[in-house]
Protein backbone atom coordinates (compact mmCIF):
# COMPACT_ATOMS: atom_id res chain seq x y z
CA UNK A 1 0.00 0.00 0.00
CA UNK A 2 1.26 3.36 -1.04
CA UNK A 3 1.17 6.48 1.83
CA UNK A 4 -0.73 8.81 0.65
CA UNK A 5 2.42 11.24 0.34
CA UNK A 6 3.36 9.11 -2.01
CA UNK A 7 -0.15 9.80 -4.44
CA UNK A 8 0.25 13.77 -3.95
CA UNK A 9 4.14 13.22 -5.46
CA UNK A 10 2.64 11.45 -8.23
CA UNK A 11 0.00 13.95 -9.45
CA UNK A 12 2.22 16.92 -8.78
CA UNK A 13 4.79 15.17 -11.19
CA UNK A 14 2.19 14.40 -13.96
CA UNK A 15 1.04 17.88 -13.68
CA UNK A 16 4.36 19.32 -14.07
CA UNK A 17 5.25 17.51 -17.04
CA UNK A 18 2.36 17.64 -18.87
CA UNK A 19 2.47 21.57 -17.63
CA UNK A 20 6.38 21.29 -19.46
CA UNK A 21 4.85 19.60 -22.67
CA UNK A 22 2.07 22.27 -23.02
CA UNK A 23 4.56 25.26 -22.91
CA UNK A 24 7.34 23.83 -25.11
CA UNK A 25 5.17 22.77 -27.83
CA UNK A 26 4.33 25.87 -29.74
CA UNK A 27 1.35 24.74 -31.74
CA UNK A 28 0.06 22.92 -28.52
CA UNK A 29 0.54 26.08 -26.67
CA UNK A 30 -1.40 28.08 -29.81
CA UNK A 31 -4.30 25.99 -29.56
CA UNK A 32 -4.55 26.02 -25.40
CA UNK A 33 -4.37 29.80 -26.21
CA UNK A 34 -7.68 29.61 -28.09
CA UNK A 35 -9.37 27.40 -26.38
CA UNK A 36 -8.18 29.32 -23.20
CA UNK A 37 -10.10 32.65 -24.94
CA UNK A 38 -12.38 30.79 -26.08
CA UNK A 39 -13.67 29.61 -22.44
CA UNK A 40 -13.15 32.91 -21.06
CA UNK A 41 -15.65 34.66 -23.70
CA UNK A 42 -18.26 32.03 -23.54
CA UNK A 43 -18.10 32.70 -19.75
CA UNK A 44 -18.05 36.16 -19.91
CA UNK A 45 -21.15 35.82 -22.33
CA UNK A 46 -22.57 33.52 -19.97
CA UNK A 47 -22.24 35.72 -16.97
CA UNK A 48 -23.64 38.25 -18.76
CA UNK A 49 -27.07 37.05 -19.91
CA UNK A 50 -27.76 33.20 -19.09
CA UNK A 51 -26.45 33.67 -15.88
CA UNK A 52 -27.17 37.21 -14.40
CA UNK A 53 -29.79 35.76 -12.33
CA UNK A 54 -27.91 33.29 -10.49
CA UNK A 55 -24.93 35.35 -10.07
CA UNK A 56 -26.85 38.45 -8.80
CA UNK A 57 -24.47 40.41 -6.32
CA UNK A 58 -26.90 41.32 -4.02
CA UNK A 59 -28.18 37.54 -3.51
CA UNK A 60 -25.14 35.37 -3.78
CA UNK A 61 -22.18 37.36 -3.38
CA UNK A 62 -19.62 34.54 -3.35
CA UNK A 63 -20.75 32.89 -6.55
CA UNK A 64 -20.60 36.35 -8.18
CA UNK A 65 -16.91 36.92 -7.06
CA UNK A 66 -16.10 33.12 -7.18
CA UNK A 67 -17.58 32.99 -11.28
CA UNK A 68 -15.79 36.83 -12.00
CA UNK A 69 -12.38 35.38 -10.52
CA UNK A 70 -12.48 31.85 -12.47
CA UNK A 71 -13.42 33.86 -15.72
CA UNK A 72 -10.81 36.86 -15.06
CA UNK A 73 -8.20 34.16 -14.55
CA UNK A 74 -8.92 32.48 -17.60
CA UNK A 75 -8.36 35.52 -19.40
CA UNK A 76 -5.01 36.33 -17.45
CA UNK A 77 -4.15 32.85 -18.71
CA UNK A 78 -4.47 33.44 -21.85
CA UNK A 79 -2.47 36.71 -21.60
CA UNK A 80 0.43 34.93 -19.98
CA UNK A 81 0.18 32.15 -22.27
CA UNK A 82 0.58 34.99 -25.25
CA UNK A 83 3.48 37.00 -23.99
CA UNK A 84 5.32 33.88 -23.08
CA UNK A 85 4.77 32.93 -26.64
CA UNK A 86 6.19 36.34 -27.99
CA UNK A 87 9.51 36.42 -25.61
CA UNK A 88 10.04 32.34 -27.17
CA UNK A 89 9.33 33.42 -30.77
CA UNK A 90 11.68 36.91 -30.33
CA UNK A 91 14.54 34.92 -28.74
CA UNK A 92 14.41 32.38 -31.66
CA UNK A 93 14.39 34.91 -34.31
CA UNK A 94 17.45 36.89 -32.45
CA UNK A 95 19.04 33.31 -32.19
CA UNK A 96 18.46 32.78 -36.32
CA UNK A 97 19.52 36.21 -36.87
CA UNK A 98 22.66 35.60 -35.06
CA UNK A 99 23.67 32.54 -36.76
CA UNK A 100 22.83 33.53 -39.96
CA UNK A 101 25.37 37.14 -39.19
CA UNK A 102 27.96 34.39 -37.92
CA UNK A 103 27.42 32.35 -41.48
CA UNK A 104 28.04 35.05 -43.71
CA UNK A 105 30.11 36.85 -41.93
CA UNK A 106 32.90 35.06 -42.62
CA UNK A 107 32.55 33.39 -46.66
CA UNK A 108 36.19 32.08 -46.95
CA UNK A 109 35.56 29.72 -43.82
CA UNK A 110 32.74 27.72 -45.20
CA UNK A 111 34.67 27.18 -48.82
CA UNK A 112 37.41 25.59 -46.77
CA UNK A 113 35.23 23.64 -44.89
CA UNK A 114 33.59 21.76 -48.10
Not at 30 to 35: A, D, E, I, L, P
Not at 56 to 64: L, S, V
Amino acid sequence: MTPPNEKKLRFASFVIHATRGLVRDQNTRRKTMFVIVLVAVVMLFLGATFLAPALDPHHRPGWFIFYWFVCAWWTVLAVLLAVFDLLLVRARGRAARRGLRQEFSQPGDSDRKT
